[in-house]
């Protein structure tokens, strides 16, 4: 679509979203930057759970820090560690005891509404299917085949982080 028949959009849009009594924050547009009330970085808008950097035209899926901690009231604590793949390896960085919740939590929390990561994220599936197969509850410990298996995934999902795909 043409600048002129986007701008023409958005005025039909905000008449019709004033006659119903809503105000629109911002509008983006693909090849502008966002503006400041669009945008806390200055370049990225979020829309549907995913990152998209109008400018280039690409979004992002967001990949959760890596981490170990327990939430409470809905919050990690101050002193959570986050895994950053340089000062630390994964090894010592994972629980020696990781479990089904573990990994069936960081598996579930990567959003990826538009499916780009499908490939990927089925594969874990399947993994995460051999450690249901492999563990009576919840809570207990995978054997360490499988261990190690989830600490080649996890080193995959960070590898992730950060890529973008054309819209």
């Known amino acids: 679509a043409t600048k002129e ?7 039909e849009a905000e008449l019709n979203f004033e006659k119903i009594g809503l105000k629109c924050k ?6 502008i930057a966002p503006t400041e009330k669009a945008s806390v970085d200055g370049i990225s808008v979020m829309v549907a759970g995913v990152r ?12 959760p820090l890596l981490h170990f901690s327990k939430k409470r009231r809905g919050r990690l604590a101050e002193d959570t560690v986050f895994f ?20 069936a939590s960081k598996l579930a929390s990567v959003f990826d509404i538009v499916g780009y990561l499908a490939p990927i994220l089925s594969g ?8 249901v ?3 009576l509850g919840w809570d207990d410990a995978m054997p360490a085949s499988l261990r190690n298996k989830w600490l080649e995934n996890f080193l995959r999902l960070e590898s992730l982080r950060g890529i973008k795909f054309h819209r």
């Open 5 to 11: 028949l986007c701008d023409k959009l958005i005025a």
């Open 84 to 103: 950053d793949g340089t000062m630390m390896k994964m090894e010592e960085f994972v629980p020696k005891k990781l479990s089904r919740r573990q990994v």
């Open 124 to 131: 874990l599936k399947a993994d995460l299917r051999k450690v």
């Open 52 to 63: 998209w950097f109008p400018e280039i035209d690409a979004v992002e899926t967001r990949i």
């Open 133 to 135: 197969l492999n563990t």
């Open 26 to 31: 911002a509008w983006t547009q693909s090849g």
